[in-house]
């Protein structure tokens, strides 16, 4: 069985930049990634300042440029299948494989898993003309005629308020579902937001660009492109079968260098706050775990 400082599960910008400063620290690392980031539909990530605009494939290919300078680093293109206490303060981790490992720490960076909503074709349009994060493809959508898609109250009139930020030209959908309130309605024409609570039949359009949308009595808006609100849910479930406490929205409690309420085991990125944030948050966050691993490892070892 292999020995190791820190097992890393995931292998997105908060994985990868855990990976980077635990390497430029010495410590031997392994970065389990079944590479199946939630933004592999998308073409381009903005807001990640030196890398706007960047593709996706192409940040991680960079990402692992940058790790595999530090020898102490090895990148597993593996799914961990299983994380269990060791019974020594440290970690067993199974992947798909079979083979197990032997970890002091464990970096819990698997990201979130989405469902959208109900709209036949959904899939085929998200991540190049329907979005969830205005703050990540807002801009690109600036002033077109756009679509909101929420199936419940209050994700559609929150999303619908940020989108207005950078169009004002919506119509907001709930998709079948009677989900506003006279006040949420009178609000949206104040603004002069349609909104349709038919059900949508179909999203029109070719090579994942938006074009209209049909509702059910066969009726059809034009529309350039949108955002929906999907729900999320962890990628894993490795923290609350280890006994970590979970918040009141269901994301992992964890000070500000990601540890958890289990010693040994940090949480980083948007699978430790359950919402979705961006790259460079995601980063960041896994920067900061990476300095709670090493900082705990230093200081375990110095007072032995
Ligand atoms: C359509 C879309 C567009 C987006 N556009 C932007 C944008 O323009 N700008 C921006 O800043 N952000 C954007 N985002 C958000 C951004 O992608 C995320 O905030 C960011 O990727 C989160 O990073 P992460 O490291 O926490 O998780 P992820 O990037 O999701 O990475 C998690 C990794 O863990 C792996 N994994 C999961 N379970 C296991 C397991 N059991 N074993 C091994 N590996 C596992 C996954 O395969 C994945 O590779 C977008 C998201 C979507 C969905």
Redesign the pocket.
């Known amino acids: 069985m292999m020995h190791i400082d820190c097992a890393i599960?995931?292998?997105?910008?908060?994985?990868?930049s855990a990976a980077l400063v635990l390497g430029r620290s010495r410590r031997h690392v392994l970065l389990?990634?079944?590479?199946?980031?939630?933004?592999a539909?998308?073409r381009?990530?903005?807001?990640?300042i030196t890398r706007d605009g960047v593709k996706?494939s192409e940040f991680r290919a960079i990402a692992h440029q940058d790790i595999a300078r530090y020898p102490s680093v090895t990148v597993k293109s593996?799914?961990?299948?299983e994380v269990r206490h060791s019974g020594r303060g440290s970690f067993h981790v199974r992947?798909g494989d079979g083979i197990v490992y032997h970890s002091r720490t464990i970096i819990l960076?698997?990201?979130?898993k989405?469902s959208l909503p109900a709209v036949p074709q959904i899939q085929d349009y998200?991540?190049k003309s329907l979005?969830?994060?205005p703050?990540?493809?807002g801009w690109e959508l600036r002033d077109k005629p756009l679509v909101v898609i929420g199936e419940s109250g209050s994700h559609a009139v929150s999303l619908a308020k940020f989108v207005y930020n950078w169009s004002k030209d919506l119509v907001v959908c709930t998709n079948g579902r009677q989900v506003l309130t006279q006040e949420q309605l009178a609000m949206f024409a104040r603004k002069g937001i349609r909104v349709q609570s038919q059900r949508i039949r179909a999203l029109k359009g070719s090579g994942g660009q938006l074009q209209s949308v049909q509702f059910e009595d066969g009726s059809e808006i034009k529309r350039a492109g949108g955002f929906v609100s999907p729900k999320w849910r962890h990628?894993?479930d490795?923290g609350e079968k280890l006994g970590c406490a979970m918040n009141e929205h269901g994301g992992l409690v964890k000070d500000e260098y990601g540890r958890t309420t289990v010693r040994g085991v940090y949480a980083?990125?948007?699978?430790?706050l359950i919402t979705?944030?961006?790259?460079?948050?995601?980063?960041g966050?896994?920067s900061r775990a990476a300095l709670g691993v090493n900082g705990d490892i230093v200081n375990e070892d110095f007072d032995r």
């Open positions: 599960i995931g292998g997105g910008p908060a994985g990868l389990f990634d079944d590479n199946r980031p939630r933004n539909v998308t381009e990530s903005h807001g990640f996706p593996q799914r961990v299948t992947t960076a698997a990201g979130l989405e998200y991540g979005f969830s994060c703050y990540c493809d990628a894993i490795f980083a990125g948007d699978g430790a979705p944030a961006q790259l460079i948050i995601a980063a966050d896994g």
